[in-house]
């Protein structure tokens, strides 16, 4: 998994922020949120603590286990390991945004489906990055969803089941796409 | 309730499928007739989704860790930086001053050590002494995470540095430094641990304990014709749950509510309790989800502790979860061994002498034993076994998936392993041989070698060390013992309303195993109804009390008590719904949601307004666990031991590459047993955890300290290496259905005994792919190298 960079390359950097707290707006699922924030505050810890988002969780706070994965413009990234400030007029998308109109996202079905979850504290982040590549990649295989989550920790060994589960999801977008 | 008057009945025991007979059991009076096998029931049996699925994968799920009150504080510790020292002076002036700070605490007694057995001359140290790097020593609460850590560098300790001693092997030297300045003990608590009393002490050696030795050894010595020894070595494993151990402490007024990750939520009110003296009606403690446990989260803990004094204090919330430096520091691993074990057989097999010297690191924690395989697994006459818990200036061990069993198996399974070898003998015809007590888990495990022989393809293992070139393969098995244990107390209660709905209560909790899942399929299963039309609520200390999730035994204690209160729910809805349908109540049975007669399934009325058509508005019932049929072989504390246990056999396929020493297991095959599969989907997610968690600590968990500071290497996920994604084998579940006519539901618990054979039938593989026996672990390429050069 990559760490976002701080603006994309041909769009032009954000003001200067801080060092005191001041508000912060973030486009994240789909709604601009501002709250006081300030320069060292990470995207987790804003999402958590200043909007009171608490389904994508922090495991290490060093980028290691994955556990805070969300999407910024589509791609995967690890929360705790972005500054809040780099991801101003970027699109932010968390496990509570994931469904669409209440619709759960095929992963977020076959997970349930194949029992690919157990404690539950990992999922929100395996969701996001099995999501990301069924949605980028229908037709991926069992290799691709290893590398997709060879990042993440699950401790309870869920391992098997997510594959199951991603492949399932996988398959039921492809037919979903022959149909339309 | 052992008072409960008893009465004769004949139920069916035995391997579904393969062969049920009649038994005679002494049934507690009101127990719910038997129930028939899965095949022939509606939800029990049935992979039905788990509960709380929804609210996992849309994060809606709230863990301790999400809990955000108003006015809440973030709360830090101060761990000690040196390994051994007492402390001269603390001065916390500072840190109460800095921005944001609400409140500051020292701890005045550490929990999950040992403590000297005669306070004598550490009775007048101001403050505990250090004896781990990472010890914690104070907290603070303020306004933020980061004005908290701030003001930690402010808190100024003065430590009087003494010599350490880290590794077990120094520690057993007499010339050692002393980790305690005399003998200790260490008192189970509700947080659990603890270990036996009164055992002798000399410098960091504390033992011998000798439970389960019997007979003549050197008789048994000289009988035999084969004797085979070998020195086995295990490292220290970190928990490391996803989720932190982590409280929010909510004190006001004369009330305290604890927000838990925990796997007891009474646990944790009880330790809290007797801390603080207060009245356990006035804490309460809860844990909607606990992100991950394996052992190591039972009661307040010192981090706990530290909440609560911060919240009353500060008179706020106050959050404590711990980082992930403390989470593999300071609350709990699975203590090291060194097993030195020697086994005489006969020609034939059977085992004539066992003798086990084992030793193992706790840290600061005793409790370092290796399990009750060595003399309970097989029959054998004459068994010696003395262990010693070792005492280092290293964070304490705690109870950790399978405690004891796993390293002891791993020992104990390649010696049985090399007793076969050595008699030119099929392993499995070896256990065939000596696998022979009359005992459940003894019937399962024959069934289940073969099962898994022919699922692994045992018929194609080739003699050890075939394969010529440098990479090797080769197949393995080990058994798996783990006590089935039935916790002393629990209780459940169901709560049905006139408009249908069906509502559980227990004060238990679902730490990922499923427990809201199987105690749903329960009650309805009796009352006729889907698994999603109960509503159940665990995980809050207001409940009726309720078994720990550790030990498998969630699932053996509370689906017969749960079974019991729907039981008693659906009798007296019968006996007030009969006069309706012109049938008697004993007439009526519930199922596909409507309550029917026996004899004429269209004379019926759908559930809910069966209710409100008998006037009923509310009806509560509770159900107890009652004794086993069988009773128990023992009873120590809440455990309830049944002379039956669970068994499991495992199958592995590995290869070795002998120039880089790289092991890879490819292929994994678990037969398991636990009595009645409630959930089979369920309980297949388990074994998968058992056997990933199994192969981890196999190749790869070894928590390492820096010898000269004591502090740990590689306290993080990036540099402790656990399984991933890549490292996950194959893995095939085989599960056989086990009557035993003990309970209402008969089911049994799983998580551990789909741990504990998992190392020990890699390395026995390895044996098969290698010719060498791989007797330390983890099986990293340097140990693996090591193993292959020896002679």
């Known amino acids: 998994m990559s760490v976002a960079p701080h603006h994309p390359p041909g769009r032009e950097a954000p003001g200067t922020f801080g060092p005191e707290p001041q508000p912060l707006s973030l486009l994240v699922n789909g709604e601009v949120h501002t709250a006081l924030a300030d320069p060292a505050t990470t995207l987790v810890e804003f999402l958590r603590d200043a909007l009171g988002l608490t389904g994508t969780k922090i495991g290490c706070d060093r980028g290691a286990c994955s556990a805070c994965t969300v999407w910024i413009d589509g791609e995967v990234a690890a929360s705790c390991m972005t500054l809040a400030l780099d991801v101003r007029e970027r699109s932010i998308t968390t496990i509570e945004g994931l469904s669409r109109e209440g619709e759960l996202h095929p992963v977020q079905r076959a997970f349930i489906e194949h029992d690919a979850l157990q404690c539950g504290f990992c999922t929100p982040g395996m969701v996001m990055s099995c999501a990301q590549l069924v949605d980028s990649n229908p037709d991926c295989t069992l290799e691709d969803v290893k590398t997709a989550i060879s990042g993440h920790l699950c401790r309870c060994g869920t391992y098997p089941n997510i594959f199951k589960a991603t492949l399932a999801a996988a398959e039921m977008t492809r037919a979903a796409g022959k149909k339309k | ?791």
């Open chain 2, 1 to 791: 309730m052992s008072s409960d008057s008893l009465e004769q009945r004949t139920l069916s025991a035995g391997i579904v499928g393969d062969a049920l007979k009649q038994v005679t059991r002494n049934v507690p009076r009101g127990e719910p007739p038997a129930w028939p096998t899965n095949a022939e029931l509606q939800v029990v049996g049935k992979d039905v989704k788990r509960m709380d699925a929804l609210d996992k994968v849309t994060g809606r799920a709230r863990y301790t860790f999400d809990v955000q009150l108003p006015g809440m504080l973030y709360a830090r510790t101060l761990n000690s930086t040196v390994p051994h020292a007492r402390i001269k002076s603390i001065d916390t002036s500072q840190a109460e001053k800095s921005p944001g700070v609400r409140a500051v605490h020292v701890l005045e007694r550490l929990l999950q050590a040992a403590e000297l057995r005669d306070p004598g001359e550490e009775a007048n140290e101001p403050y505990p002494v250090i004896r781990f790097a990472g010890q914690p020593i104070a907290a603070v609460a303020a306004t933020s995470a980061r004005a908290a850590e701030a003001a930690l560098d402010l808190i100024r300790v003065e430590y009087e540095p003494i010599d350490h001693v880290t590794e077990l092997e120094d520690a057993m030297q007499a010339t050692s430094p002393p980790v305690f300045p005399g003998p200790t003990e260490h008192h189970a608590t509700a947080g659990g641990g603890g270990a036996a009393k009164g055992l002798p002490q000399k410098g960091n050696l504390r033992g011998p304990s000798k439970g389960g030795s019997r007979g003549d050894l050197e008789r048994g010595f000289k009988e035999a014709d084969v004797v085979v020894e070998g020195e086995y070595r295990t490292q220290v494993q970190t928990h490391t749950p996803l989720e932190p151990h982590g409280v929010v402490a909510d004190w006001r007024d004369d009330e305290l509510t604890i927000y838990a990750s925990t796997q007891h939520v009474l646990s944790v009110r009880d330790e809290a309790a007797d801390i603080f003296q207060l009245p356990k009606e006035k804490i309460r403690a809860i844990s909607d989800y606990t992100g991950g446990g394996f052992g190591a989260k039972y009661g307040i803990g010192n981090y706990g502790t530290l909440a609560i004094h911060l919240s009353r204090k500060a008179r706020a919330p106050v959050r404590l979860v711990l980082d992930r430096r403390e989470e593999h520091v300071s609350v709990g691993n699975r203590p090291s061994s060194l097993q030195r074990l020697k086994i005489g057989a006969k020609r034939d097999g059977s085992l004539t002498a066992i003798e086990l010297r084992s030793f193992g690191t706790g840290g600061v924690a005793a409790g370092a034993g290796v399990g009750s395989c060595h003399h309970s697994m097989y029959s054998c006459p004459n068994v010696s076994i003395e262990h010693y818990d070792v005492f280092t200036n290293a964070g304490p061990c705690a109870a950790f998936r399978g405690p004891g069993q796993t390293q002891g198996i791993f020992a104990f399974e390649q010696a049985i392993d090399a007793v076969a070898a050595r008699l030119g003998m099929d392993p499995i015809a070896l256990r065939d041989k000596i696998d022979t007590r009359d005992a459940d888990d003894v019937r399962a495990r024959a069934a289940e070698r073969r099962i898994g022989a022919e699922k692994i393809g045992w018929s194609r293992r080739r003699a050890s060390g075939s394969d010529t070139g440098p990479i090797k393969r080769g197949i393995g098995m080990a058994q798996s013992m783990w006590p089935y244990i039935v916790n002393s107390y629990t209780t459940c209660e169901i709560r049905i309303q006139g408009d249908g709905t069906v509502e559980a209560f227990c004060g238990t909790q679902d730490i990922g195993t499923g427990t809201r899942t199987v105690f749903a399929q329960v009650v309805a299963e009796e009352l006729g109804l889907r698994a999603e039309d109960v509503r159940v609520h665990v995980g809050d200390s207001r409940f009726p009390p309720g078994p720990p999730s550790g030990g498998s035994r969630v699932t053996s204690s509370l689906t017969p008590a749960a079974r019991n209160a729907a039981h008693a729910a659906a009798r007296d809805i019968a006996s007030r719904v009969a006069p309706l349908l012109n049938a008697n109540a004993d007439d009526l049975i519930f199922r596909n949601g409507r309550i029917e007669r026996r004899d004429d399934s269209k004379t019926s009325l759908g559930f809910a307004e069966a209710l409100r058509r008998a006037g009923i508005e509310t009806l509560v019932h509770r159900g107890d666990r009652r004794d086993d049929y069988e009773g128990y072989a023992r009873k120590a504390g809440e455990l309830n031991i049944s002379p039956h246990a669970i068994g499991g056999v495992q199958f592995a396929e590995v290869c070795v590459d002998t120039q880089t020493g790289a092991v890879k297991v490819e292929r994994v095959v678990a037969v398991h047993d636990c009595g009645r599969p409630i959930n089979p989907k369920l309980v297949e997610s388990q074994i998968f955890g058992g056997v990933i968690q199994g192969v981890s600590y196999a190749l790869y968990e070894d928590r390492r300290l820096d010898g000269p500071t004591g502090v740990q290497l590689n306290a993080n996920i990036d540099q402790y290496k656990i399984v991933g994604s890549r490292e996950t084998p194959q893995i095939e579940v085989h599960l056989i259905e086990l009557l035993g006519g003990q309970s209402s539901t008969d089911a049994r618990g799983v998580a551990e005994p789909a741990n504990v054979a998992t190392a020990a039938a890699i390395a026995n593989a390895f044996f098969n792919a290698t010719g060498k026996r791989i007797y330390t672990l983890p099986m990293t390429p340097a140990n693996v190298l090591a193993a292959l050069r020896a002679e």
